[in-house]
């Protein structure tokens, strides 16, 4: 038996869940399958130790409900997760989502029929359903990567890995830790664990800049401020060049602000820009020199800052420089926010193994055996990261016209139009896919924005009388090759990250996010829903 839809929709994390009330609300039948056994994609994986947004609460939230953004009340600068789950939680009971998603259930395949012109999607129960559109809310780093490394599946301690994290409490009094991979996850992760453990021994093999959280609790007095005047701060954070962040200022700024070059800087007035932004913390450090992302020069400075702080944060001068990111240019790897890292070095029962130096050789049943040592340990944690992306899209088998394969099409890396569609693939929308800003942005704002852009096409095919929507070969190509001109007047492409795949042995090398800034991308994505969806072809 199959349960025949308008629309379905893979994953029932914040992109799922709005895109299902929009949905709900236009009186569309819709399904959402999810994986998982309760709403919140990434923030119901997730739940490591110190997991927490890296995006402030106030502008880490949805922006559709003014009576939602009201109510809702966020403890902290950057809430943990449980606070983020509960938020998804709510909004799936308050909007009535509920009844639309089905829980526990992988989607294995999805194939385009091109005689009946329907998506058809099969789990791995067997269960099929049918529908008109079928929508990806799939994320963008929800495939876990578990690293090659000979014996890890020997180990006979606890084992954790942190995007796949036991909903049971966690406790590491008395135990021996250690942990691999330093990347968001581990630095968040190790501060905490640190807290808890007898000892802790950190595997790093590439370190990566990370900037103070500061976190802390919201003080209300702000916070009201802030509510008072959310939609123009909400309007700050969609139209903005950068990454929809907006500022946290407590009155919004009616128009951006010319980013403010190195070259029009002395060393002393550039260094205190830094130091006033190490000192607000957060992110948004990154902007303090508007073109740090764009000039080796500017780059190189804000890195002898970091190099500086972390040689006043770290005691031991060996271990600060190993803590001392040299390979790559600043914020070219997702720069990490932290609470107390660096200095989580200085406690005498934590140490850090430099695996540049000292490579693991093997895993063994009690612990990890390096080139020259062999470290006993109870419990061993991997924060080693995920395929990020294209991942989750590709795990499944998704065949478009002709019945050609997703994965043969994009096997020298993804094609897109927009980050929304790819060519081959009717009615199949990806929310935040490869193309978009999705992960160089605040995911909140590029959601919606996606969600609502594909609802106002979904109105205008109906009023049209169209039966479906691919991109054309041409405005695709156009678009791929136009992503890849934006990356490259950018130093992202030297970061030899996720963003370009390169964390996965022979995934193919194609910087994937869009880096012109959510403002100018919504306006490419407006203008070609106002010139009737330029680029895209009707049937
Ligand atoms: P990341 O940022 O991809 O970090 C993964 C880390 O794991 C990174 O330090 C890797 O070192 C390390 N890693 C991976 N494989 C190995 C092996 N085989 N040996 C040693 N170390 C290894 O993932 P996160 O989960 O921390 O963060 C992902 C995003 O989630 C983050 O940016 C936020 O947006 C939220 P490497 O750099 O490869 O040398």
Redesign the pocket.
Known sequence: MSESLDVVIVGAGFAGLYLSHRLQESGRSVKVLEQGSDVGG?WYW?RYPGARC?AESLAYSFSFSSALEQDWHWTERYAAQPEILAYARHVADRFGLRSRIQFDTRVVSASWSDTAELWTVETEAGEIFTANFCVMATG??SV??R???EGLDDFEGNFYQ??QWPHEPVNFNGQRVGI?????????AIPVIAGEADHLTV??????FSVPAHNGALDPTWVDAFKANYPAHRTNHKLGNGSGFGDLDIEPRAQMIDPILFESLSDGQATSLLEEAWSRGGARFMAAIGDTLMNESANAFVQRFVHAKISEIVEDPVIAEALSPTSHPIGT??I?VDSNYYATFNEPHVRLVN?RSDP?LKITANGVKTESEFIELDTLV?????D?MTGALLKMQISGREGRSLAEIWSEGPKTYLGLMTAGFPNLFMITGPGSPS?LSNMMVSIEQHVDWIMDCLSDMETKERHSIEPAESAQAAWVEHVQVVANSTLFPQG???YLG??IPGKPRLFMPYAAGVGPYREICDSVAREDYRGFDFA
Request: net charge positive.
């Open positions: 990434t997730n890296d963008c780093l876990p990567q690293p090659v490394i942190a995007s691999i991979g330093t990347g968001s996850s581990g630095i968040q595997f790093q093999r590439t370190p990566n790897r997702r990490c695996l693991i991997i924060a080693t990261g995920f990020a992960v030899g990250s996720w390169a964390n």
